[in-house]
């Protein structure tokens, strides 16, 4: 049986698979999509490429559509298309020619059957080119949903108009995406690039690594355990794997470069990892790719999973932090004590293209918040900004730490100095970034559920109670933990959660995988669309629910322990 | 931001993190020092170097970690694991060489040899950077440059690109000495240009020119200054300029560094009292801080007498500090009675000028009212750490061959690669415009009579340039598989009848895979019975370093480990690992033989940087560069894919010891 790759393969590639990924989803039917964050994403994605067709229409009058029937039957509509002149393709097939053809005997030289094919979504006429047609060919444009292009996706063109390449006998030599620059469904925008630069990458993807990934059993293809792992669909795989085999990956925060140097030492499980001894410990640390001291801990770690004890340092993201959860295992943070907790924000404006900064003091002092109304008093705020992150530094004497919420706050920053270089405050913005901890991390290590950034003043507080009081065991899940909470308390457990825990049970969601099934939704709240009012009604409850359960939580938690609490904070 | 501005804050920067970093490095315990390499535990003190009574030496257990012979360091009493000021406090030493667990020490002070008792504990530490003169010579460079009249205005234009190129007269015949159509042409530009730069790829003869153009210059009577990146090329320069015919009386250099490669005859220079009354027909070579005495003189001078305090950095927000320095340097440049460069040298020859930074430049620039810049811009760039931060890569040869098109000559015909080695670097770095001499044309590696079986395609005359693979992931900055073939093929190669010193070299990019290679060198001789005084002569003698190191430097075959696999440090190391000049600097030092040693991950590899980046405005150039940069790798591991071996089980065999030498069967 042939086996199809297909630009797909390539967008998600060099997106993000791991080899597992790569070898399921060639040789694999593709599981149903029900996570309503991808419907909702593909849903947007049909209408951008809609609303561009219309736009193609407007300029060249006609556009042929190639949707309906098998591959093979619109991959030969598509050549005669082609060859007919046709101004504008959309969704034709290339089969992938001669192109396609080398690579899949090289393939089969490795005993695969494999097609190399893809579904375009337009292929524009280029008059003037020289190809097999005449005196005209085509060059291929995909339209994504993102604001700007990345590499995957123009990884997928060159892919495409390698096939191309294969039918025509020329390549174009650029390719496009059409983006939005203003979110999706906003204003849309043609973004070119070279494909030449591309070529050594998708070459040898798909001439060396591809036919040498696929000839291997899926048995013989490695697997690790990472953080990314809780949302693949086949992490079930390999999460059995792992627990079959006892793997090393199961400690959270292994990576793969120290997995391989414990193998090399003959170390293969958790339990040999954990009755390692210190010569041989020492031989890893001064092998492994990071230091002694991540070795230690690693090892240290094991030890305590054989045990059964708690340790630190685990994430609900995390495969082997689930897996421990699943068996009652405590999670806990440690914290640094002392210190002036600073909580710093900036919101953007993405159609002006501007952002506005303020810093929140959490403790006794008031928040400060130094804010733009307008474009035209971004500079102004950066500079109140600034002003007050030099106060910080002034008065704490450098002992503070700086909270931010992700978002690559510190590369906008940076971007923002960049744009306003205040003479003198270089020192301060790099003060700034280098005193910064992500605070969604850090909560989501720290906490047993997924706590996101709706109020992130609040945040930081219940971050700082936290460092004492979670209870032990804990429960499983998240939902456990709240309700774990409210028992303890003596108090109704929290009415948003319950509501999504309905919704979740509605939809055959896993109540705990609810809230990382609904973060695509937080992103794309802006562009809620009247298709899923279920969704979106449910995104909007999340939302406003949120600050509520991290109230609650925060009640609870002084409810449980009042004491601790107290200690916590002196 | 200004461009002075940029240049000084990057300055500043770069030295304020070199020595952080340093001092808060001798702030651990020896112990944690000693694990990143940065110092040697548990020195044995052994006693005098025979007569050499300056030269100490030393034994130490394991591996030298990051020190070489020529580094300076630190000598400490390792009873009391000092660490911080006690280290700082220590004497201050020259290494003189490592070998197995062996190392000789130049100690400067010849009162401390008192408390060296055989048997004494001893730690050695890297020193910290103390360049405060040097950074004070840069900074007045780049004050002089900025707001002197002269010779400022004319180091103004010529870093704006509108220097005027007038001729200095006819073009003088070209000497006998001297072929082809490029080097010709560079002389004839070098002789009538008061500005000329001449790209020399590997191999192509630019340190022969260079000899050449002095030689004539010399013969017209002129001062003659030569400067240098380090004292290694100062003294490659003047072994040429003896070569070429300059006697020895007419050549002098301001002493500095590791001198016993310099040629003899040689004027031994005070800087100082040279610059008072430089004579014509003579050549002084110096570093650029020396080229920069006259300038340091009448500045500091000027500074003596200012009434303006120099201002401190501490207690001041930074804008106060960089407006106080300005005002500073403006009064002391305009109070200062500055020389003229005409009364100081004729002509400034600077080599390795792809390597000098603006402010490094300019210390010599000012010194002569002519230049000739020799370099290449395609191997390695300045080493500036704050570049990322001020956007300060360009070296001042880069900038030159930039601005003034007119006056560069790219060298054209290199002596050193054959044909085949030729190619690569040829079309990837130098539009196709590198071609190899017909004596390198068709130059042929000879491997040894007897080589094992599995090395016997590697080391055939053909292909000279090959990929050895080596599967294996997840290594970061050493690979011991990696180095265990490198070793062994080096120890084959030597065992054939190879000269250690002449003939082989290996390279890696870091310093942790030349120590592993060292090491399995040293286990596999062992094994194989190598007596130890031919051992150590081999240790002594063969290279193993780094690819930077190596810069300006050849041999018949070079062994090249690319050691990375790990995704995490390919991404995260990836400017440095993934840099094209580095690359082109580690392929082409072969004569003969090139040998890469590498996992297919290397190559295989996307930096994360760069699927996550943005491909619009700077960010989008960023990404350009940086693929552009992983291209060069990839497409040279795509022209290699009927050349490369996978000799990972080999690898694996002599790792677990079953390895069979047939030699010896």
């Given at each position: 049986?042939?086996?199809?790759?297909?630009?797909?393969?390539?967008?998600?590639?060099?997106?993000?698979?791991?080899?597992?990924?790569?070898?399921?989803?060639?040789?694999?039917?593709?599981?149903p999509?029900?996570?309503?964050?991808?419907?909702?994403?593909?849903?947007?994605?049909?209408?951008?490429?809609?609303?561009?067709?219309?736009?193609?229409?407007?300029?060249?009058?006609?556009?042929?559509?190639?949707?309906?029937?098998?591959?093979?039957?619109?991959?030969?509509?598509?050549?005669?298309?082609?060859?007919?002149?046709?101004?504008?393709?959309?969704?034709?097939?290339?089969?992938?020619g001669?192109?396609?053809?080398?690579?899949?005997?090289?393939?089969?030289?490795?005993?695969l059957?494999?097609?190399?094919?893809?579904?375009?979504?337009?292929?524009?006429?280029?008059?003037?080119?020289?190809?097999a047609?005449?005196?005209?060919?085509?060059?291929?444009?995909?339209?994504?949903?993102?604001?700007?292009?990345?590499?995957?996706?123009?990884?997928?063109?060159?892919?495409?108009?390698?096939?191309?390449?294969?039918?025509?006998?020329?390549?174009?030599?650029?390719?496009?995406?059409?983006?939005?620059?203003?979110?999706?469904?906003?204003?849309a925008?043609?973004?070119?690039?070279?494909?030449?630069?591309?070529?050594?990458?998708?070459?040898?993807?798909?001439?060396?690594?591809?036919?040498?990934?696929?000839?291997?059993?899926?048995?013989?293809?490695?697997?690790?355990?990472?953080?990314?792992?809780?949302?693949?669909?086949?992490?079930?795989?390999?999460?059995?794997?792992?627990?079959?085999?006892?793997?090393?990956?199961?400690?959270?925060?292994m990576?793969?470069?120290?997995?391989?140097?414990?193998?090399?030492?003959?170390?293969?499980?958790?339990?040999?990892?954990?009755?390692?001894?210190?010569?041989?410990?020492?031989?890893?640390?001064?092998?492994?790719?990071?230091?002694?001291?991540t070795?230690?801990?690693?090892?240290?770690?094991?030890?305590?999973?054989?045990?059964?004890?708690?340790?630190?340092?685990?994430?609900?993201?995390?495969?082997?932090?689930?897996?421990?959860?699943?068996?009652?295992?405590?999670?806990?943070?440690?914290?640094?004590?002392?210190?002036?907790?600073?909580?710093?924000?900036?919101?953007?404006?993405a159609v002006?293209?501007?952002?506005?900064?303020?810093?929140?003091?959490?403790?006794?002092?008031?928040?400060?918040?130094?804010?733009?109304?307008?474009?035209?008093?971004?500079?102004?705020?950066?500079?109140?900004?600034?002003?007050?992150?030099?106060?910080?530094?002034?008065?704490?004497?450098?002992?503070?730490?700086?909270?931010?919420?992700?978002?690559?706050?510190?590369?906008?920053?940076?971007?923002?100095?960049?744009?306003?270089?205040?003479?003198?405050?270089?020192?301060?913005?790099?003060e700034?970034?280098?005193?910064?901890?992500?605070?969604?991390?850090?909560?989501?290590?720290?906490?047993?559920?997924?706590?996101?950034?709706?109020?992130?003043?609040?945040?930081?507080?219940?971050?700082?109670?936290?460092?004492?009081?979670?209870?032990?065991?804990?429960?499983?899940?998240?939902?456990?933990?709240?309700?774990?909470?409210?028992?303890?308390?003596?108090?109704?457990?929290?009415?948003?959660?319950?509501?999504?825990?309905?919704a979740?049970a509605?939809?055959?969601?896993?109540p705990?995988?609810?809230?990382?099934?609904?973060?695509?939704?937080i992103?794309?709240?802006?562009?809620a669309?009247?298709?899923?009012?279920?969704?979106?009604?449910?995104?909007?409850?999340?939302?406003?629910?949120?600050?509520?359960?991290?109230?609650?939580?925060?009640?609870?938690?002084?409810?449980?322990?009042?004491?601790?609490?107290?200690?916590?904070?002196? | 931001?200004?461009?002075?501005?940029?240049?000084?804050?990057?300055?500043?920067?770069?030295?304020?993190?070199?020595?952080?970093?340093?001092?808060?490095?001798?702030?651990?315990?020896?112990?944690?020092?000693?694990?990143?390499?940065?110092?040697?535990?548990?020195?044995?003190?052994?006693?005098?170097?025979?007569?050499?009574?300056?030269?100490?030496?030393?034994?130490?257990?394991?591996?030298?970690?990051?020190?070489?012979?020529?580094?300076?360091?630190?000598?400490?009493?390792?009873?009391?694991?000092?660490?911080?000021?006690?280290?700082?406090?220590?004497?201050?030493?020259?290494?003189?060489?490592?070998?197995?667990?062996?190392?000789?020490?130049?100690?400067?002070?010849?009162?401390?040899?008192?408390?060296?008792?055989?048997?004494?504990?001893?730690?050695?530490?890297?020193?910290?950077?103390?360049?405060?003169?040097?950074?004070?010579?840069?900074?007045?460079?780049?004050?002089l440059?900025?707001?002197?009249?002269?010779?400022?205005s004319?180091?103004?234009?010529?870093?704006?690109?509108?220097?005027?190129?007038?001729?200095?007269?006819?073009?003088?015949?070209?000497?006998?000495?001297?072929?082809?159509?490029?080097?010709?042409?560079?002389?004839?530009?070098?002789?009538?240009?008061?500005?000329?730069?001449?790209?020399?790829?590997?191999?192509?003869?630019?340190?022969?020119?260079?000899?050449?153009?002095?030689?004539?210059?010399?013969?017209?009577?002129?001062?003659v200054?030569?400067?240098?990146?380090?004292?290694?090329a100062?003294?490659?320069?003047?072994h040429?300029?003896?070569?070429?015919?300059?006697?020895?009386?007419?050549?002098?250099?301001?002493?500095?560094?590791d001198?016993r490669?310099?040629?003899?005859?040689?004027?031994?220079?005070?800087?100082r009292?040279?610059?008072?009354?430089?004579?014509?027909?003579?050549?002084?070579?110096?570093?650029?801080?020396?080229?920069?005495?006259?300038?340091?003189?009448?500045?500091?001078?000027?500074?003596?007498?200012?009434?303006?305090?120099?201002?401190?950095?501490?207690?001041?927000?930074?804008?106060?500090?960089?407006?106080?320095?300005?005002?500073?340097?403006?009064?002391?440049?305009?109070?200062?009675?500055?020389?003229?460069?005409?009364?100081?040298?004729?002509?400034?020859?600077?080599?390795?000028?792809?390597q000098?930074?603006i402010?490094?430049?300019?210390c010599?620039?000012?010194?002569?009212?002519?230049?000739?810049?020799?370099?290449?811009?395609?191997?390695?760039?300045?080493?500036?750490?704050?570049?990322?931060?001020?956007?300060?890569?360009?070296?001042?040869?880069?900038?030159?061959?930039?601005?003034?098109?007119?006056?560069?000559?790219?060298?054209?015909?290199?002596?050193?690669?054959?044909?085949?080695?030729?190619?690569?670097?040829?079309?990837?770095?130098?539009?196709?415009?590198?071609?190899?001499?017909?004596?390198?044309?068709?130059?042929?590696?000879?491997?040894?009579?007897?080589?094992?079986?599995?090395?016997?395609?590697?080391?055939?005359?053909?292909?000279?340039?090959?990929?050895?693979?080596?599967?294996?992931?997840?290594?970061?900055?050493?690979?011991?598989?990696?180095?265990?073939?490198?070793?062994?093929?080096?120890?084959?190669?030597?065992?054939?009848?190879?000269?250690?010193?002449?003939?082989?070299?290996?390279?890696?990019?870091?310093?942790?895979?030349?120590?592993?290679?060292?090491?399995?060198?040293?286990?596999?001789?062992?094994?194989?019975?190598?007596?130890?005084?031919?051992?150590?002569?081999?240790?002594?003698?063969?290279?193993?370093?780094?690819v930077?190191r190596?810069?300006?430097?050849?041999?018949?075959?070079?062994?090249?480990?690319?050691?990375?696999?790990?995704?995490?440090?390919?991404?995260?190391?990836?400017?440095?690992?993934?840099?094209?000049?580095?690359?082109n600097?580690?392929?082409?030092?072969?004569?003969?033989?090139?040998?890469?040693?590498?996992?297919?991950?290397?190559?295989?590899?996307?930096?994360?940087?760069?699927?996550?980046?943005?491909?619009?405005?700077?960010?989008?150039?960023?990404?350009?560069?940086?693929?552009?940069?992983?291209?060069?790798?990839?497409?040279?591991?795509?022209?290699?894919?009927?050349?490369?071996?996978?000799?990972?089980?080999h690898?694996?065999?002599?790792?677990?010891?079953?390895?069979?030498?047939?030699?010896?069967?």
């Amino acid at each position: 049986m042939a086996h199809s790759v297909t630009g797909l393969h390539i967008y998600y590639y060099f997106g993000h698979l791991c080899d597992y990924q790569a070898w399921r989803t060639v040789f694999e039917k593709r599981p149903p999509i029900d996570d309503p964050g991808l419907l909702l994403l593909l849903e947007q994605g049909r209408r951008n490429e809609a609303a561009w067709v219309e736009h193609l229409r407007e300029v060249h009058g006609e556009v042929l559509s190639l949707q309906g029937g098998t591959m093979e039957e619109r991959a030969e509509r598509t050549l005669a298309a082609m060859r007919a002149g046709a101004a504008v393709l959309h969704n034709g097939v290339l089969d992938g020619g001669p192109a396609g053809q080398t690579l899949a005997t090289r393939a089969a030289g490795r005993g695969l059957d494999l097609r190399f094919r893809g579904e375009t979504d337009l292929l524009i006429r280029v008059d003037g080119m020289q190809s097999a047609f005449g005196t005209w060919g085509y060059r291929v444009v995909d339209v994504k949903s993102s604001r700007t292009g990345r590499l995957p996706q123009f990884m997928q063109v060159a892919y495409y108009d390698r096939l191309l390449e294969g039918v025509q006998g020329a390549s174009h030599g650029r390719g496009s995406v059409i983006v939005f620059p203003d979110g999706s469904g906003g204003r849309a925008q043609e973004e070119f690039f070279d494909l030449e630069p591309l070529a050594p990458s998708l070459t040898l993807f798909l001439e060396e690594h591809l036919p040498e990934l696929l000839a291997r059993k899926p048995e013989e293809i490695a697997y690790h355990l990472a953080p990314h792992c809780a949302h693949c669909l086949w992490n079930d795989h390999c999460r059995t794997r792992a627990e079959t085999e006892r793997d090393l990956s199961l400690v959270p925060g292994m990576q793969p470069g120290h997995r391989r140097a414990f193998r090399r030492a003959g170390i293969d499980t958790l339990e040999a990892l954990a009755g390692v001894t210190e010569p041989v410990l020492e031989a890893v640390a001064r092998e492994a790719p990071s230091g002694g001291d991540t070795v230690r801990r690693l090892h240290a770690q094991a030890l305590t999973l054989r045990d059964g004890a708690a340790r630190p340092r685990m994430s609900l993201r995390d495969a082997g932090a689930l897996w421990l959860l699943e068996r009652n295992r405590v999670v806990r943070e440690p914290f640094e004590a002392n210190r002036l907790a600073v909580l710093v924000d900036l919101a953007g404006d993405a159609v002006a293209g501007t952002e506005s900064a303020w810093v929140v003091r959490v403790g006794d002092h008031p928040p400060q918040k130094f804010h733009a109304g307008d474009a035209r008093e971004e500079e102004l705020a950066f500079a109140r900004f600034l002003d007050g992150m030099a106060r910080v530094h002034e008065r704490t004497k450098g002992r503070f730490t700086v909270f931010h919420d992700g978002g690559g706050l510190d590369r906008r920053l940076e971007r923002l100095f960049e744009k306003y270089p205040a003479e003198g405050r270089g020192e301060i913005v790099r003060e700034t970034i280098g005193r910064m901890v992500d605070m969604a991390a850090l909560l989501r290590r720290s906490f047993l559920f997924p706590v996101t950034t709706a109020a992130p003043r609040d945040e930081v507080e219940l971050y700082l109670q936290a460092g004492g009081i979670l209870p032990e065991p804990a429960p499983a899940t998240p939902l456990g933990l709240a309700t774990h909470l409210a028992e303890t308390a003596g108090v109704a457990p929290d009415e948003g959660l319950a509501e999504l825990t309905e919704a979740a049970a509605r939809i055959g969601i896993r109540p705990d995988a609810l809230p990382e099934r609904l973060e695509p939704f937080i992103a794309l709240r802006m562009h809620a669309e009247r298709r899923h009012p279920f969704w979106m009604a449910l995104v909007e409850d999340l939302q406003i629910r949120r600050l509520a359960r991290l109230q609650t939580a925060l009640r609870l938690l002084r409810m449980a322990a009042p004491e601790r609490t107290e200690a916590a904070h002196a | 931001m200004l461009e002075f501005d940029r240049h000084k804050r990057a300055l500043d920067l770069e030295f304020r993190l070199q020595r952080s970093e340093a001092l808060h490095n001798l702030e651990r315990p020896p112990a944690e020092r000693a694990e990143t390499g940065r110092a040697l535990v548990d020195l044995i003190y052994q006693g005098r170097d025979g007569r050499r009574t300056s030269h100490h030496i030393f034994l130490f257990p394991g591996q030298p970690g990051r020190f070489r012979a020529g580094d300076h360091a630190l000598l400490s009493f390792a009873a009391a694991d000092p660490a911080g000021a006690a280290v700082l406090e220590g004497y201050p030493v020259e290494i003189d060489s490592i070998a197995g667990e062996r190392i000789i020490v130049f100690l400067r002070r010849g009162e401390a040899g008192e408390e060296l008792t055989p048997g004494s504990r001893w730690i050695l530490d890297e020193r910290p950077p103390s360049w405060q003169p040097n950074y004070q010579r840069l900074s007045n460079a780049l004050a002089l440059a900025e707001y002197s009249v002269r010779p400022g205005s004319r180091l103004r234009a010529l870093l704006q690109g509108e220097l005027p190129l007038l001729s200095l007269g006819d073009p003088e015949n070209p000497p006998a000495d001297l072929a082809g159509v490029r080097a010709q042409e560079a002389f004839g530009m070098a002789m009538t240009r008061p500005l000329a730069a001449v790209q020399g790829p590997p191999g192509t003869g630019k340190t022969y020119l260079l000899a050449r153009v002095a030689r004539a210059l010399l013969d017209q009577g002129l001062r003659v200054v030569l400067c240098a990146f380090t004292h290694r090329a100062i003294n490659n320069a003047l072994h040429a300029l003896v070569d070429a015919g300059v006697p020895p009386a007419q050549l002098g250099k301001v002493r500095g560094g590791d001198e016993r490669d310099l040629p003899p005859g040689i004027t031994d220079l005070n800087r100082r009292a040279y610059w008072q009354k430089p004579p014509g027909g003579f050549l002084a070579a110096m570093t650029v801080y020396g080229a920069f005495e006259p300038y340091s003189r009448a500045l500091g001078i000027s500074a003596s007498r200012t009434t303006l305090p120099y201002p401190e950095r501490d207690g001041r927000d930074e804008q106060s500090f960089w407006d106080a320095l300005d005002l500073y340097n403006r009064r002391v440049v305009s109070g200062a009675r500055l020389p003229q460069p005409e009364t100081l040298a004729d002509v400034v020859l600077l080599d390795e000028s792809s390597q000098l930074t603006i402010p490094m430049a300019l210390c010599a620039l000012a010194c002569a009212p002519r230049v000739v810049l020799f370099g290449d811009h395609a191997q390695l760039p300045p080493v500036n750490p704050a570049a990322a931060h001020y956007d300060t890569h360009q070296s001042i040869f880069h900038l030159v061959a930039e601005r003034y098109p007119e006056t560069f000559v790219r060298l054209n015909e290199t002596h050193r690669m054959n044909a085949e080695l030729c190619t690569y670097p040829g079309e990837a770095f130098y539009a196709s415009d590198l071609h190899p001499s017909p004596a390198a044309r068709d130059r042929t590696f000879a491997a040894p009579d007897e080589v094992p079986a599995v090395y016997a395609p590697i080391l055939a005359p053909h292909p000279a340039s090959v990929l050895v693979e080596v599967r294996h992931e997840g290594q970061a900055q050493e690979a011991p598989l990696e180095a265990l073939l490198a070793a062994d093929l080096a120890l084959t190669l030597l065992e054939g009848g190879l000269d250690p010193r002449r003939d082989l070299a290996i390279l890696a990019p870091h310093r942790r895979q030349t120590s592993a290679i060292r090491t399995a060198f040293e286990r596999l001789a062992a094994t194989r019975g190598v007596a130890r005084a031919r051992l150590d002569a081999w240790l002594g003698d063969l290279l193993v370093d780094t690819v930077d190191r190596m810069q300006g430097q050849e041999r018949d075959v070079i062994l090249y480990s690319l050691t990375a696999s790990d995704p995490g440090t390919l991404d995260h190391e990836g400017d440095f690992l993934f840099l094209p000049n580095r690359f082109n600097v580690a392929i082409t030092r072969a004569r003969r033989k090139l040998i890469v040693l590498g996992s297919p991950h290397y190559f295989r590899h996307v930096p994360r940087a760069l699927t996550t980046a943005g491909w619009q405005g700077e960010d989008g150039a960023l990404s350009r560069r940086r693929l552009d940069a992983v291209n060069v790798l990839k497409r040279w591991y795509l022209d290699h894919r009927d050349r490369r071996f996978d000799l990972t089980a080999h690898a694996e065999s002599l790792a677990s010891g079953t390895a069979k030498n047939p030699l010896r069967a």
